[in-house]
């Protein structure tokens, strides 16, 4: 039996089951509480996987500014460079289309952005280029002396024949003229030249047209085109206007009510004078 104290009892403890004092310190509660261990970074040593970024798409880029840049590229190069820029606008909007979208570059607005500008452009243009066509500037006349019209209008001086206008109901002719396509109440038929001499008058000039242009009429006018109402008219120079040498009668055609399109036939003379 070992004795307390004795040889064999372990040292730190008195034989009665407790520790006894000696040279090892007591057991201290931690100063720090244990938090659950965290997680940091991936396992195993492999990175995470981050979703790949992909590039705003050039073409996407370049589409939306040229297409918004037209107007300054028209200024430099006029209708060439706005034109042109819009042409390269939609090309390099063509070519992002088929490169973004769902899956694919981001862009996609931005190329159609770019092509909406760029068909705005060149809408304006053919707007522009079908307005100046219908109605163009002010003409110079030929006949020195003869006052030029405001744009947009003709005079005895100015006007052509097959040319659509709104009737002036005065003389001297100071017409406004209108696309053939537009509503309108009158067409230049013909013409015809009054010989050199006296101011004929209203009275000569009405005789005269009484026979030149019903034969101009025949000869130009697609008769399915006219309606009964429609009827035979002249524009004549004034007394002042006569004695700068312009003897030219123009013959027309006025409608009963405003019409669009043309009543000449395919092959009119449109010379002046007709069939001269």
Known sequence: MVQPGGPGTPQGWNGTGSPAPGPFPTPQPPTQAITPMQSFGHPYGY?????????????????????????????????????????????????????????????????????????????????TVASSGSHPDARSSAVPGCATPQAGYVNICTMKVGECLDYPGSTPVLAKLTACGEAHDTQVVGAFEEPAGPYPG???????????????????????????????????????????????????????????????????????????
Not at 225 to 249: C, N, Q, S
């Open 47 to 127: 990175p995470p996987a981050y979703p790949q970024q992909h590039e705003t798409s050039g073409f996407a880029i370049a589409s939306l500014v040229l297409g918004l840049g037209c107007g300054l590229l028209g200024l430099g190069g006029g209708a060439f460079g706005l034109i042109g820029g819009a042409l390269l606008s939609i090309v390099f909007g063509m070519v992002a289309l088929s490169r973004t979208g769902q899956g694919k570059r981001p862009g996609r607005g931005l190329a159609i952005g770019g092509l909406v500008a760029a068909g705005a452009w060149i809408g304006a243009v053919v707007l």
């Open 202 to 276: 209203e009275g000569r000039f009405t005789t005269d047209a009484t026979t030149q242009c019903r034969s101009i009429t025949s000869k130009n006018v697609d008769s399915s085109l006219v309606a009964p109402t429609d009827k035979i008219g002249m524009f004549y120079a004034d007394r002042e206007t006569w004695g700068l040498g312009v003897h030219t009668v123009f013959c027309f055609i006025q409608r009963g009510a405003p019409s669009t399109g043309s009543v000449l036939r395919p092959d009119a003379d449109l010379s002046v004078p007709t069939g001269g």
